[in-house]
């Protein structure tokens, strides 16, 4: 009397091996369909004439001379500008997280009686960041790529290349 099938080990290895395939498959499929990129720009081209725009406003802000200081400490952001004595009403910035979309957010200041633009935040904000200051008009921009926090002042001066 022969042993019914399921008993023979070469049977098992035979069913195994395709069948870890089929698994790793699916769970392959479900993770890459999960999380889908964030990071991937589906029209290159709009992208690119924008990326143009951007470096003229960069341009700008070196041609009229601006130049910001920028300190992090005890969850206060203080923000002077230190390259032009020109008052602004209102100073647009913007952090961008280098890998996690979600993180980026977006503040409207308005200074206080030295010129001084100031937030508070209730959080720690640490790590490398993209930063981008822009007048209320949004005609001049400056983008530098800095890390957090800074006990000192750092420089925010416009440079094209921290523009792309």
């Known amino acids: 009397m022969k042993n019914s099938w399921y008993k023979e080990p070469w049977a098992w290895l035979v069913f ?6 089929v698994v790793a498959g699916i769970a392959t499929f479900i993770i890459a369909n999960s999380a889908p990129d964030a990071l991937v720009v589906g029209d290159y081209y709009k992208k690119g004439k924008a990326i143009n725009l951007e470096l ?7 041609k009229l001379g601006m130049k910001f200081a920028l300190q992090l400490q005890d969850n206060q952001l203080i923000i002077k500008p230190t390259g032009i004595e020109k008052k602004f009403p209102l100073l647009n910035v913007n ?3 280098p890998t996690l979309e ?13 010129g001084y633009f100031r937030h508070k935040f209730d959080e720690s904000i640490t ?3 993209r930063i981008t200051l822009t007048s209320f008009e949004d005609t001049w ?11 000192q002042f750092i420089d925010l001066i416009p440079d094209p290349i921290e523009a792309n």
Do not use: C, E
Not at 56 to 62: D, F, N, P
Not at 102 to 114: E, H, I, S, V
């Open 16 to 21: 195994i091996l395709p069948f870890t395939a």
């Open 141 to 151: 921009k400056i983008q530098n790529v800095i890390t957090l926090p800074q006990s």
């Open 102 to 114: 979600d993180k980026d957010f977006y503040l409207a200041l308005t200074p206080d009686g030295n």
């Open 56 to 62: 003229t406003k960069v341009k700008l802000a070196q």
């Open 95 to 97: 952090f961008y997280h």
């Open 127 to 129: 790590g490398k960041w």
